[in-house]
């Protein structure tokens, strides 16, 4: 596993999705409630918000220079898709489960509080592994040579980050 994540191509957009996670923390201070999102590659990401352009710009360039200082925290995000991804995934796997063998729509209606019950628990027990697949494998907080290239607006609510 350890030799696909070093793979240049997921490597880089593992440490760019990271300056993404960081980029938005720093922005959500200056802007509370606002909201945001992003898509990392192996050249940047696109952040997505109403944002002013060189706030966009001076928060990238901080992140990054955090990341370089060791705030490896600044990396997780609580409303990053792996999140979402694993607790759907379990509460998915969850109600497969609790429906295994059912034939009829009646079996089925019989099962909805086991269903219900089993997909609670998986919600719960999901909440940790979200940021636990984050910090091993889909970010990378060292930014090791991680260069900000550029920082423009692509639309009105889309900006794109450009890193080398």
């Known amino acids: 596993m350890n030799n696909i994540l070093q793979s240049p191509w997921i490597a880089e957009?593992?440490?760019n999705h990271a300056l993404e996670h960081a980029t938005i923390h720093l922005l959500s201070e200056k802007f509370p409630g606002?909201?945001?999102?992003?898509h990392s590659n192996p050249t940047g990401f696109f952040l997505i918000g109403d944002l002013p352009t060189e706030n966009v710009?001076?928060?990238v360039t901080e992140a990054l220079a955090r990341l370089q200082n060791g705030e490896k925290q600044l990396?997780?995000?609580?409303?990053?898709?792996?999140?979402?991804?694993?607790?759907?995934?379990m509460v998915g796997a969850?109600?497969?489960?609790?429906?295994s063998g059912t034939k009829s729509?009646?079996?089925?209606?019989?099962?909805?509080?086991?269903?219900?019950?089993?997909?609670?628990?998986?919600?719960?027990?999901s909440q940790?592994?979200?940021?636990?697949?984050?910090?091993?494998?889909?970010?990378?907080?060292d930014p090791g040579d991680m260069a900000l290239v550029?920082?423009?607006?692509?639309?009105?609510?889309?900006?794109?980050i450009v890193t080398r």
Do not use: W
Not at 34 to 38: D, E, L
Not at 129 to 140: C, D, M
């Open 57 to 59: 710009r001076e928060a």
């Open 75 to 89: 990396a997780i995000h609580p409303g990053c898709g792996t999140n979402y991804i694993v607790s759907g995934a």
């Open 128 to 141: 940790p592994l979200g940021p636990a697949l984050q910090e091993r494998v889909t970010t990378e907080p």
């Open 150 to 160: 550029d920082v423009y607006r692509v639309s009105d609510k889309v900006h794109r």
């Open 94 to 99: 969850a109600a497969f489960v609790g429906m």
């Open 34 to 38: 606002r909201r945001m999102g992003g």
């Open 13 to 15: 957009t593992r440490r």
């Open 105 to 125: 729509n009646r079996e089925r209606l019989e099962k909805l509080p086991l269903v219900i019950l089993l997909s609670s628990l998986a919600l719960i027990l």
